[in-house]
């Protein structure tokens, strides 16, 4: 008899299970809180840089532009952290049918990463060898130093590349350059052609990009 007396009681029971189960529920909802929480970040004794190693490539305003396309230029003038480090990174978009005509850098190999299109590139080493590839994004293109090459937009969209130099200042020298330089008779005994054949030609000025013609 004693012993049913100190038994709990069936309302006892429920108010036990009640109590434990809000508790149960109040801490997991704690422990769910508490994770999701953020931990604030390590405070570091190291001082901010005095430059950004990000650079806006695309918001650029282009260096050369015209019909046929554009080159925005970015190297230690503009993005300081790259001074002393030989490099430079060149945007280039092509029109389509567009042509970023034959060139070479004396001083600087080249690394062509395609962003957006389809271009062309052809390369032509001391060998006297060719090489002509088609280049898309997730692609890139090498040119060793010294070799001439061009590029030609062969899609139907703008083709936008981003160009790697292993120097702040690429040299370039491209066919309009020797055309505007050199006696137009020296083309014409190069190529085995009456000097009147090259007369006809104008001298072009400096000229990155070519139009299709229309």
């Known amino acids: 008899m004693a012993s049913?007396?100190?038994?709990?009681?069936?309302?006892?029971?429920?108010?036990?299970?009640?109590?434990?189960?809000?508790?149960?529920?109040?801490?997991?909802?704690?422990?769910?809180?508490?994770?999701?929480?953020?931990?604030?970040?390590?405070?570091?004794?190291?001082?901010?840089?005095?430059?950004?190693?990000?650079?806006?490539?695309?918001?650029?305003?282009?260096?050369?532009?015209?019909?046929?396309?554009?080159?925005?230029?970015?190297?230690?003038?503009?993005?300081?952290?790259?001074?002393?480090?030989?490099?430079?990174?060149?945007?280039?978009?092509?029109?389509?049918?567009?042509?970023?005509?034959?060139?070479?850098?004396?001083?600087?190999?080249?690394?062509?990463?395609?962003?957006?299109?389809?271009?062309?590139?052809?390369v032509v080493d001391p060998n006297d060898t060719v090489d002509t590839v088609v280049l898309e994004p997730g692609d890139i293109g090498f040119i060793p130093q010294g070799y001439a090459h061009s590029i030609q937009n062969v899609g139907n969209d703008d083709a936008v590349i981003a160009i790697v130099f292993n120097d702040s200042k690429p040299d370039d020298i491209g066919l309009s350059t020797m055309l505007g330089g050199l006696p137009k008779s020296q083309f014409a005994q190069t190529f085995g052609v009456p000097d009147a054949t090259m007369a006809g030609i104008p001298k072009p000025k400096k000229t990155y990009f070519v139009a299709p013609k229309v």
């Open 4 to 122: 049913e007396q100190n038994s709990p009681s069936r309302r006892d029971l429920l108010k036990i299970a009640a109590t434990t189960g809000a508790g149960l529920l109040l801490a997991g909802l704690t422990n769910r809180a508490e994770a999701a929480t953020p931990a604030s970040p390590e405070k570091s004794d190291f001082k901010p840089s005095k430059y950004t190693h990000k650079f806006d490539l695309k918001k650029l305003a282009p260096t050369v532009a015209n019909a046929g396309g554009a080159i925005a230029i970015c190297n230690e003038d503009n993005f300081p952290v790259v001074a002393g480090h030989g490099a430079a990174v060149f945007l280039l978009t092509l029109k389509p049918g567009s042509l970023r005509e034959p060139h070479w850098h004396p001083n600087c190999w080249e690394i062509d990463v395609p962003l957006a299109g389809k271009s062309e590139l052809i």
